[in-house]
T-cell receptor
Framework: NAGVTQTPKFRILKIGQSMTLQCAQD?????MYWYRQDPGMGLKLIYY???????DKGEVPNGYNVSRSTTEDFPLRLELAAPSQTSVYFC????????????FGQGTRLTVV | AQSVTQLGSHVSVSEGALVLLRCNYS??????LFWYVQYPNQGLQLLLK??????LVKGINGFEAEFKKSETSFHLTKPSAHMSDAAEYFC????????????FGAGTRLFVKA
């Protein structure tokens, strides 16, 4: 029972490079989320999706893009990496609305230099 | 807009002492409320949640929280701290605003002294 799987676990990027953070869940959850975690700031919602083909912005979407072509996958794209995007990124999923438990991946630690 | 405030970025208690982690929320309608725990280098795990019904909610590992609408609070407590409780704790709020979005507090790191 894998739950939510994120890859990679660690990555170092140079300024201006691009990359995709992968997220997959095997629980057939409709809702998926991307958060970033910075020290003392808690988790900030970047983007979320309520189902395949539907995505929406969260609190801090600038510099990121997402897509949701299948129920299982929700990749996060960084087009032009900036030092301000150095953070730990978490993907999460919930079965439906906000009254259900969120399941989190193990996180991706990204450093932009 | 809804928001979550956790009072105290760090809390230190002795083993066996009461744990109290404070959380206040702002929301124009009663939200769903959660507490999550994060151990080092791991993702978040659900401790407990309040949706409807009884305002005192019991969770895993002996934790509980009480929803107080008049105080807009959802404080987390545990009668007796254990060394294994040392972690970061996040309060979160969610409600349907045309698609549920869960908003997290800044987190409180709990230290447990022997």
């Amino acid at each position: 029972n894998a739950g939510v799987t994120q890859t990679p676990k660690f990555r170092i990027l140079k300024i201006g490079q691009s990359m995709t953070l992968q997220c997959a869940q095997d629980m057939n959850h409709n809702y998926m989320y991307w958060y970033r975690q910075d020290p003392g700031m808690g988790l900030k919602l970047i983007y979320y999706s309520v189902g395949a083909g539907i995505t929406d912005k969260g609190e801090v979407p600038n510099g990121y893009n997402v897509s949701r072509s299948t129920t299982e996958d929700f990749p996060l794209r960084l087009e032009l990496a900036a030092p301000s995007q150095t953070s730990v990124y978490f993907c999460a999923s919930t079965a439906d609305g906000g009254n259900t438990e969120a399941f989190f991946g193990q996180g991706t630690r990204l450093t932009v230099v | 807009a809804q928001s979550v405030t956790q009072l105290g970025s760090h809390v230190s208690v002795s083993e066996g002492a009461l744990v109290l982690l404070r959380c206040n929320y702002s929301s124009s309608v009663p939200p769903y409320l959660f507490w999550y725990v994060q151990y080092p280098n791991q993702g978040l795990q659900l401790l407990l949640k309040y949706t409807t019904g009884a305002t005192l909610v019991k969770g895993i590992n002996g934790f509980e929280a009480e929803f107080k609408k008049s105080e807009t609070s959802f404080h987390l407590t545990k009668p007796s701290a254990h060394m294994s409780d040392a972690a970061e704790y996040f309060c979160a709020v969610s409600r349907n605003t045309g698609g549920f979005k869960t908003i997290f507090g800044a987190g409180t790191r709990l230290f447990v002294k022997a």
